[in-house]
């Protein structure tokens, strides 16, 4: 079955440097995604990509994160001054139809620790 | 707030017995999935039900939907040891295109 992959799987960041975190979606996927999952807590969107630009965000996705489809194949989430509360789990997901109108595949995630 | 409730919070069965998880939202929908997540791993998709379909099955998977309260129940028949999980539902809200919500999840611990 095809996969969603993410790079790196652990990321240890000092506070108020910058991360990037990479992810692979399903080459002939149209929908991306990013979650994050704080620990113990419920999965929470981030952001949604289609067509080349942002068509959806949460109010957690503030001026500190942005999403980048460089090269056609990777999807890359940016937090430009990392905080403490920004340790989670992130998850990126590709879909062929949005909306739930199919299933989202999940990567494998990253977990983020900011020190 | 779009976001649902899972209940319960936490189910420990023994194995062989059966497990439900039920699932309530607040919004319209355009389909509800079910989502299994084990410790510290990422999400792995079970099934997806559409708007307009009230009960599907995959295996031991049973889910149904009820539209008029809002709500979607999993079942999973003869449990085992290797279902211990957490599960999600979750769901892409009606007009809107982009994305799914996901309840708060139901940690399913299955004794052997």
């Known amino acids: 079955e095809p996969e969603v992959t993410q790079t790196p799987s652990h990321q240890v960041t000092q506070m108020g440097q910058e991360v990037i975190l990479r992810c692979v979606p399903i080459?002939?996927?149209?929908?991306f995604y990013w979650y994050r999952q704080i620990l113990g807590q419920k999965v929470e969107f981030l952001v949604s990509?289609?067509?080349?630009?942002?068509?959806?965000k949460s109010e957690i996705f503030d001026d500190q994160f942005s999403v980048e489809r460089p090269d056609g194949s990777n999807f890359t989430l940016k937090i430009r001054s990392t905080k403490l509360e920004d340790s989670a789990m992130y998850f990126c997901?590709?879909?062929?139809?949005?909306?739930?109108?199919?299933?989202?595949?999940f990567g494998q995630g990253t977990r983020l620790t900011v020190v | 707030s779009q976001q649902g409730e899972e209940d319960p919070q936490a189910l420990s069965i023994q194995e062989g017995e059966n497990a439900t998880m039920n699932c309530s939202y607040k919004?319209?929908?355009?389909?509800l999935q079910w989502y299994r997540q084990n410790s510290g791993r990422g999400l792995v998709h079970l099934i997806l039900?559409?708007?307009?379909?009230r009960e599907k099955h995959s295996g031991r998977l049973r889910v149904t939907l009820d539209t008029s309260k809002k709500s979607s129940s999993l079942l999973i028949t003869a449990s085992r040891a290797a279902d211990t999980a957490s599960y999600f539902c979750?769901?892409?809200?009606?007009?809107?295109?982009?994305?799914?919500?996901f309840g708060s999840g139901t940690q399913l611990t299955v004794l052997p």
């Open positions: 039900i559409r708007s307009n379909e």
């Open positions: 919004t319209s929908i355009n389909n």
């Open positions: 080459s002939n996927h149209l929908y």
């Open positions: 990509f289609y067509n080349n630009e942002i068509s959806e």
């Open positions: 997901a590709s879909s062929d139809a949005g909306g739930g109108r199919s299933l989202a595949f």
């Open positions: 979750a769901w892409g809200p009606s007009g809107s295109a982009r994305q799914l919500t």
